[in-house]
C-alpha cells in the first residue's frame, strides 16, 4: 500500500542552524501539507501546497519557513535558524485530491531537537 | 471557544467492550471529519472520514455525525488492547481547496485485558 515516507526520522540541531525536513508523498497525490506537534500538544497546521505554491500558511509560518518541491517526487519543508520552540514532531501528509478525495495520509514524522 | 473539542481522558474499558469518543467543533460550516488514531511517539494513522449526518461503519469502527449539534463520535465495538491510543478528532471547514485540517487534543483510550 502506498504511504508517505520522511526522512530523517530524528534531527537534532543547534539553534541557529538551518534544517530541511524531506517528505515523499504518496505518488498520485495532489495536495501536500506540512504539520507539526509540540509534545504533549495537538497536531498543528502549519502550511498546504499544490501545484508548485502554497496554497495556505498557518501564523506559525512565519519568514524562517520555507517549503519547495524540487523534483516530481520530493516535498521538503525548511527551516532557516531554528530556535528551542522549534522542537517538535514535524509531519508531512498528502491528499489525493481527485473526484473529491479529501483524506490526507501522514508520513510516520521527524523529530527535531533544537539545543 | 476551541475549534475542535474532545474529552482527553484516559478512556478507560475492558477488553471487548464498546468504546465511545466523542467531538464537538466550532464552526457551524464544517464539512469533512475525520478520526485518527496515534500510537505513543508516531504518527496520525486515519481510521474513518465522514461527510454526511448519519452513521458511517468500517469494520469495528462506526463514525457517527450531527451537523446540527456539531458533533462527531467514533464508537469502537469489541475493543482490543491494541486499539490504546489516542484518538484524534480534526474537521476540514468549508471554503478554499486547500482542504487543511484542524485538529482536537485527542482522547486517551486505553483497553484493558
Known amino acids: 500500500e502506498p504511504e508517505v515516507t520522511q526522512t530523517p526520522s530524528h534531527q537534532v540541531t543547534q539553534m541557529g542552524q538551518e534544517v530541511i525536513l524531506r517528505c515523499v508523498p504518496i505518488?498520485?497525490?495532489?495536495?501536500f501539507y506540512w504539520y507539526r506537534q509540540i509534545l504533549g500538544q495537538k497536531v498543528e497546521f502549519l502550511v498546504s501546497?499544490?501545484?508548485?505554491?502554497?496554497?495556505?500558511k498557518s501564523e506559525i509560518f512565519d519568514d524562517q519557513f520555507s517549503v519547495e518541491r524540487p523534483d516530481g517526487s520530493n516535498f521538503t519543508l525548511k527551516i532557516r535558524s531554528t530556535k528551542l520552540e522549534d522542537s517538535a514532531m514535524y509531519f508531512c501528509?498528502?491528499?489525493?485530491?481527485?473526484?473529491?478525495?479529501?483524506?490526507?495520509?501522514f508520513g510516520p514524522g521527524t523529530r527535531l531537537t533544537v539545543t | 471557544q476551541k475549534e475542535v473539542e474532545q474529552n482527553s481522558g484516559p478512556l478507560s474499558v475492558p477488553e471487548g467492550a464498546i468504546a465511545s469518543l466523542n467531538c464537538t467543533y466550532s464552526?457551524?460550516?464544517?464539512?469533512?471529519f475525520f478520526w485518527y488514531r496515534q500510537y505513543s511517539g508516531k504518527s496520525p494513522e486515519l481510521i474513518m472520514s465522514?461527510?454526511?449526518?448519519g452513521d458511517k461503519e468500517d469494520g469495528r469502527f462506526t463514525a457517527q455525525l450531527n451537523k446540527a449539534s456539531q458533533y462527531v463520535s467514533l464508537l469502537i465495538r469489541d475493543s482490543q488492547p491494541s486499539d490504546s491510543a489516542t484518538y484524534l478528532c480534526?474537521?476540514?471547514?468549508?471554503?478554499?481547496?486547500?482542504?487543511?485540517?484542524?485538529f482536537g487534543k485527542g482522547t486517551l483510550l486505553t483497553v484493558n485485558p
Open positions: 501528509a498528502s491528499r489525493a485530491g481527485q473526484g473529491g478525495a479529501y483524506e490526507q495520509y
Open positions: 505518488s498520485n497525490h495532489l495536495y
Open positions: 501546497f499544490y501545484n508548485n505554491e502554497i496554497s495556505e
Open positions: 464552526d457551524r460550516v464544517s464539512q469533512s
Open positions: 465522514i461527510y454526511s449526518n
Open positions: 480534526a474537521v476540514r471547514k468549508s471554503g478554499g481547496s486547500n482542504y487543511k485540517l484542524t
